[in-house]
């Protein structure tokens, strides 16, 4: 099995436990229910979201612990043959070794250092994942948010606009409105629906995520435009508490989570 078919099975393998689990949630319900009233039932639909999201987390932090081991192997196998091929090209210079040979020791560096760069996206899209399903479990543990409402903790900040939003309508003037405050492109890390979103069974498709730290003038920029404009946003700090990996701001309604609506 090569080494990209591999890293696909193991994430693939990680995440099945929590997509089993989703696919039961998603399970149409008896003609006649019975059983707790239908508060208790949506408080035990959002406990099941939440041990869901707690379950991505765990197993792809365990996929992202492979990759990082992953890499520092190909690091080190990309230094030695980047090393290799400055010796061959002293010896080709030199005329002991063939142009075809030199040109073989270059493929061999071109694919190794294309294997580090696969994977180094494969880890922001680890993190990318680990920072989604933490803002579903934390979402899932709050209180709905009433239209207009505001709610920030040390992780998350959450606003729930009265606008209603269109992905395919707003995105353009957002993206314009980035654009001519900061003086570059708005860093768009999902625009509607991705191979990310679709592992953990979260509807993306009508919003968008930005790559910006809510806490940096661009964040802080973009969230006081939409609360002008009315817009719903939940911007994430980061996977981990005190950095910036995976922080982002989700715009959109967040009961697109998981495919969950109202």
């Known amino acids: 099995m090569n080494r990209s078919l591999f890293l696909r099975v193991l994430a693939g393998a990680s995440l099945l436990s929590a997509s089993a689990l989703w696919a039961q949630s998603k399970a149409a319900p008896p003609r006649k229910p019975v059983g707790p009233p239908a508060a208790g039932r949506r408080a035990a639909s959002q406990d099941d979201l939440a041990k869901l999201a707690a379950d991505v987390v765990r197993t792809t932090r365990e996929y992202r612990a492979t990759l990082d081991r992953l890499l520092a192997v190909q690091e080190a196998e990309a230094g030695r043959v980047a090393e290799h091929v400055e010796v061959q090209r002293g010896l080709f210079e030199g005329g002991i070794i063939s142009r075809r040979e030199l040109e073989d020791g270059e493929r061999a560096l071109a694919a190794a250092v294309s294997d580090v760069e696969e994977t180094r996206r494969w880890i922001v899209e680890a993190d990318t994942l680990i920072a989604e399903a933490l803002a579903v479990e ?26 209603r939003w269109s992905l395919a309508a707003d995105a353009p003037r957002i993206q314009r409105f980035f654009a001519e405050r900061f003086g570059r492109p708005m860093p768009i890390s999902a625009l509607g629906q991705t191979a990310v979103h679709d592992r953990i069974g979260f509807d993306h498709r009508n919003a968008m995520d930005v790559a910006v730290h809510p806490d940096s003038p ?3 920029g973009l969230m006081a435009h939409l609360r002008r404009g009315g817009i719903p946003f939940v911007a994430f700090r980061g996977a981990v ?6 922080a982002h701001i989700h715009i959109g309604e967040e009961s697109r989570r998981l495919g969950t609506r109202r």
Do not use: F, W
């Open 241 to 246: 508490a005190g950095s910036s990996t995976g």
């Open 138 to 163: 934390q979402l899932a543990k709050l209180p709905p948010l009433p239209r207009g409402g505001y709610l920030e903790t040390a992780s998350l900040i959450r606003y729930n606009g009265s606008t």
């Open 218 to 220: 661009e964040g802080q």
